[in-house]
């Protein structure tokens, strides 16, 4: 039989193996699922990545977390992907965007997890409908949980800004994993797009500081209308 060392799901690899074999064998490994784990697994993510439209290898990275971290069946991770699927679309935002970005933060994924994941699909598709990603999610929630380091950033930016920033139930709503209501209650206390235009170089770095953010990512965000920070059909 033969063996691919480089990504299961690139050109080289497609040519060894068919599309279903290499499937089975990411699963597989990924995953530590029996063959027939992963025979019968491959079958809803094919039929997942087309109603999705997100690509193959992030939609069975997804399943496959799911199903092996929140102890999902293959059912419920297909039933979760088309419920965020579904949020996605309801606030215009892409579906394939989220996902992806969900399959590229699986550590973060790891730690900040609850309802068996829902929180943090809800979390990318938050992240998406303020003009950024779950990466800069990531960054504001661990950033949140740096305490003294929050702290002081947050005091240096109160006092470089002229305005009392006060990010302390973020903090607890980030160690209640409660990642979509940390993040919006950092972005509550950034300002309009009209303040942060008024703010000099310094301050919009102490303030993206304070954030966890950088400064692109956070004019991203104050550009946004506070409306964003509301999930329709959450």
Not at 200 to 221: C, F, H, M, S, T
Request: hydrophobic share 45%; glycine share 6%; aromatic share 4%.
């Amino acid at each position: 039989q033969l063996t691919c060392d480089v990504n299961l799901f690139s050109k080289k690899c497609i040519h060894k193996k068919t599309p279903k074999q290499l499937l089975w064998g990411f699963l597989a490994n990924e995953f530590g699922l029996s063959v027939d784990e992963s025979a019968a697994l491959s079958e809803n993510v094919s039929r997942l990545a087309v109603s999705t439209g997100a690509t193959l290898e992030d939609t069975t990275t997804l399943v496959g977390l799911f199903t092996q971290t929140q102890n999902l069946t293959g059912e419920q991770a297909a039933n979760l992907l088309a419920s965020t699927t579904a949020l996605a679309n309801a606030n215009n935002v892409a579906p394939d965007k989220v996902l992806a970005d969900v399959a590229q933060s699986t550590e973060f994924f790891a730690k900040f997890a609850d309802d068996g994941g829902q929180n943090i699909l809800k979390a990318a598709v938050q992240a998406r409908k303020l003009g950024i990603n779950l990466q800069s999610v990531e960054k504001i929630t661990t950033g949140l949980l740096d305490f003294q380091t929050s702290l002081n950033a947050e005091q240096e930016a109160s006092v470089i800004i002229g305005r009392r920033l006060n990010f302390q139930k973020a903090r607890e709503l980030a160690l209640a994993n409660d990642v979509t209501g940390a993040t919006a209650e950092v972005v509550k206390q950034l300002g309009t797009a009209e303040e942060f235009n008024r703010l000099n170089a310094i301050e919009r770095q102490k303030l993206a500081d304070a954030a966890g953010l950088e400064v692109n990512e956070l004019q991203k965000i104050v550009n946004k209308e506070k409306e964003a920070l509301t999930l329709q059909g959450a």
